[in-house]
């Protein structure tokens, strides 16, 4: 079975611009949750979605949104980028009845200048 | 609030020896308890993870030891391994909302030849 894959790896933007990062799930698995992880603040909960519909937020501002997919695919977007928003973004997915149980994707690597 | 405090930040063990991590929790409604093991460049891997209904769990050279009425939850790895040399984290999160994980801070463990 494939793993989580989360594209693009790498990504460079400049202040003030919007990125789109993109995950797939495990096959089977609905449930879709996004982190960003930095040296400074570790691993911390943007969001997640379950078919569809955000059902958890995290303590982000929102410039940080999400959405997901009949597919279970999910996307997140960062409008107005700043500097402080550059991370590493990880995506984990879980199947429903075993929520808990996250795997994660590579990340996305986003490098703001 | 930091609600999952995770010790020692770093630590470095001899191959073959022991490597303890420890974490300590605040919300007592949390009931899942994993461990995930991160290589530089890609996303944290599930390793093991308990529920408070028992003391402790051992999978291969991995173990979770949990005590509930301290709140607190380690990982014990014996036998260490070079190929064992990573970031771990603890993790935390409640069944009903499941896709959240609140995480520790990270060891960065390094096994010696």
């Known amino acids: 079975k494939a793993g989580v894959t989360q594209t693009p790896r790498y990504l460079i933007k400049t202040r003030g611009q919007q990125v789109t990062l993109s995950c797939s799930p495990i096959?089977?698995?609905?449930?879709v949750s996004w982190y960003q992880q930095t040296p400074g603040q570790g691993l911390q909960f943007l969001f997640e979605?379950?078919?569809?519909?955000?059902?958890n937020k995290g303590n982000f501002p929102g410039r940080f949104s999400g959405r997901q997919f009949s597919n279970s695919r999910s996307e997140m977007n960062v409008s107005t980028l700043e500097l402080g928003d550059s991370a590493l973004y990880l995506c984990?997915?879980?199947?429903?009845?075993?929520?808990?149980?996250?795997?994660f994707g590579p990340g996305t690597r986003l490098t703001v200048l | 609030q930091q609600q999952v405090k995770q010790s020692p930040q770093s630590l470095i063990v001899q191959k073959g020896g022991i490597s303890i991590i420890n974490c300590a929790y605040e919300?007592?409604?949390?009931?899942?308890f994993p461990w995930y093991q991160q290589f530089p460049g890609k996303g944290p891997a599930l390793l093991i993870a308990?529920?408070?209904?028992?003391s402790e769990k051992k999978e291969g050279r991995f173990t979770i030891s949990f005590n509930k009425s301290a709140k607190q939850f380690s990982l014990h790895i014996m036998d260490s391994q070079p190929g064992d040399s990573a970031t771990y984290f603890c993790?935390?999160?409640?069944?009903?909302?499941?896709?959240?994980?609140?995480f520790g801070d990270g060891t960065t463990l390094t096994v010696k030849p």
């Open positions: 984990a997915s879980s199947r429903r009845r075993a929520a808990n149980e996250q795997f």
């Open positions: 919300n007592t409604a949390f009931d899942y």
């Open positions: 308990i529920r408070p209904d028992v």
């Open positions: 096959s089977g698995h609905r449930s």
């Open positions: 979605y379950f078919s569809e519909t955000q059902r």
């Open positions: 993790a935390a999160s409640i069944s009903t909302n499941a896709g959240k994980s609140t």
